[in-house]
T-cell receptor, first 121, second 116 residues
Framework: GAVVSQHPSWVICKSGTSVKIECRSL??????MFWYRQFPKQSLMLMAT?????????EQGVEKDKFLINHASLTLSTLTVTSAHPEDSSFYIC?????????????????FGPGTRLTVL | KQEVTQIPAALSVPEGENLVLNCSFT??????LQWFRQDPGKGLTSLLL?????REQTSGRLNASLDKSSGRSTLYIAASQPGDSATYLC???????????????FGQGTILTVHP
């Protein structure tokens, strides 16, 4: 079945640095990908919708200049956390809709990556 | 704005018990509802998807029901096992005009612990 991967699986960085997280669709093309953030013991919150070849759509309250999204190809979307601070420490998960309409209707509206744990010191 | 609430926040049961997890949502104009499992530090595993026109779905020991008009869904787990221990999330999909895939809104999850 379709797989979405993320890299790295975990990262520790110093405050003020930038961190890039990659999200790849491994055996299918994804014109749209989603980025979520999950704080400890909380639910997933949609941050932005990444669109191949165009600008990302950000949810209300998400800083565009801080969370840079680039959907450079049909299999890769990247999230860059710029000037990271401890409050940005979180679990970041990406997802992509399945390529088959039947899967979207009957089994999975989105395939999720395994997540990236970001810790900012 | 769609809000999704899950009750209880946490549940601890002995092995073998049947249990019910609850999910409610405020906007009934959903396209579908999905139940996920999340293990600590991991991504999401889809368990069941219920289309808005359906009342329930079953997979093995899992049964999910949907009452769209009242904004409620339940996930029933039969004969629980220690391996069922995880966080269970429900999410509803709203189709947004101008997009193909809509937007998923998640509940905060129910942390389930099944002890031997």
């Amino acid at each position: 079945g379709a797989v979405v991967s993320q890299h790295p699986s975990w990262v520790i960085c110093k405050s003020g640095t930038s961190v890039k997280i990659e999200c790849r669709s491994l055996d299918f093309q994804a014109t749209t990908m989603f980025w979520y953030r999950q704080f400890p013991k909380q639910s997933l919150m949609l941050m932005a919708t990444s669109n191949e070849g165009s600008k990302a759509t950000y949810e209300q309250g998400v800083e565009k200049d801080k969370f840079l999204i680039n959907h450079a190809s049909l299999t890769l979307s990247t999230l860059t956390v710029t000037s990271a601070h401890p409050e940005d420490s979180s679990f970041y998960i990406c997802s992509a809709p399945p390529p088959e309409l039947a899967a979207f209707i009957y089994t999975d509206t989105q395939y999720f990556g395994p997540g990236t744990r970001l810790t900012v010191l | 704005k769609q809000e999704v609430t899950q009750i209880p926040a946490a549940l601890s049961v002995p092995e073998g018990e049947n249990l019910v997890l609850n999910c409610s949502f405020t906007d009934s104009a959903i396209y579908n509802l999905q139940w996920f499992r999340q293990d600590p530090g991991k991504g999401l595993t889809s368990l069941l998807l219920i289309q808005s026109s359906q009342r329930e779905q079953t997979s093995g020991r899992l049964n999910a029901s949907l009452d769209k008009s009242s904004g409620r869904s339940t996930l029933y787990i039969a004969a629980s096992q220690p391996g069922d221990s995880a966080t269970y999330l429900c999410a509803v999909l709203l189709l947004i005009g101008g997009t193909s895939y809509g937007k998923l809104t998640f509940g905060q999850g129910t942390i389930l612990t099944v002890h031997p």
